[in-house]
């Protein structure tokens, strides 16, 4: 099982960015998905989740209205859009795959005028 993210960077207060994640070594389309971050000092928090077939999806509080988790089986990724984005947004951005308790080696966002 491998999990690649992609597409973090240095991005401007208000601005967006979209993070992917690329698995390998599993059924992808029959596994739900999560994306977790951990800022500098901080535990590991849950960003968001979806379920296998995109039916279902999840965010932490801080998240909800500006980010959006998606997916597309055919391509076996995970997507993050991330919009609005604040300072307290800067952390190491992860995908997970629960059912393997598998992680991507994460993808660093900083946000920063």
């Known amino acids: 099982v491998q999990l690649v993210e992609s597409g973090g960077g240095l991005v401007q207060p208000g601005g967006s960015l979209t993070l992917s994640c690329t698995a390998s070594?599993?059924?992808?389309?029959?596994?739900?998905m999560r994306w977790y971050r951990q800022a500098p000092g901080k535990e590991r928090e849950l960003v968001a989740f979806?379920?296998?077939?995109?039916?279902?999806?999840g965010y932490a509080d801080s998240m909800k209205g500006r980010f959006a988790i998606s997916r597309d089986n055919a391509k076996n990724t995970v997507y993050l859009q991330m919009n609005s984005l604040k300072p307290e947004d800067t952390a190491v951005y992860y995908c997970?795959?629960?059912?393997?308790?598998?992680w991507g080696q994460g993808t660093q966002v900083t946000v920063s005028s």
């Open positions: 997970n795959v629960p059912a393997y308790n598998k």
């Open positions: 979806i379920n296998y077939n995109s039916g279902s999806t």
């Open positions: 070594g599993f059924t992808f389309s029959s596994y739900g």
